[in-house]
């Protein structure tokens, strides 16, 4: 098993930056695909972003292309999510996913979740 702690979130100005973090125990960390999802007040959990276990392929919703960078650092057992050019749309609960089958897109692929962490862009 591992567990998934966030953090990184806050209050950005549009257009502003923010990294969120992904922090996982748990010495089988490499073996995870770790995906990022979002939810704002009323609405569904949706996919932001996801890299397999090596960081070599990533995959991104269209709202988050050219924008937002995934990374990871398996020494670290942390994943990362740099944010740019935030939008007020942008305004949601982050949540890091952890899984050993492979990448989702659905929040049912995912068997391990973070508490997530606030982001907020005023607008």
């Known amino acids: 098993q591992v567990q998934l702690v966030e953090s990184g979130g806050g209050l950005a100005q549009a257009g502003g930056s923010l990294r969120l973090s992904c922090a996982a125990s748990?010495?089988?960390?490499?073996?995870?695909?770790i995906s990022w999802f979002r939810q704002a007040p009323g609405k569904e959990r949706e996919f932001v972003s996801a890299t397999n276990w090596a960081g070599t392929n990533t995959y991104y919703a269209d709202s988050a292309k050219g924008r937002f960078t995934i990374s990871r650092d398996n020494a670290k057992n942390t994943v990362y999510l740099q944010m740019n050019s935030l939008k007020p749309e942008d305004t949601a609960v982050y949540y890091c996913?952890?899984?050993?089958?492979?990448?989702?897109?659905?929040?049912?692929?995912?068997?391990?979740w973070g508490q997530g962490t606030q982001v907020t862009v005023p607008s």
């Open positions: 748990g010495r089988t960390f490499s073996n995870y695909y």
């Open positions: 996913a952890a899984s050993r089958q492979g990448i989702g897109r659905v929040p049912q692929s995912y068997a391990y």
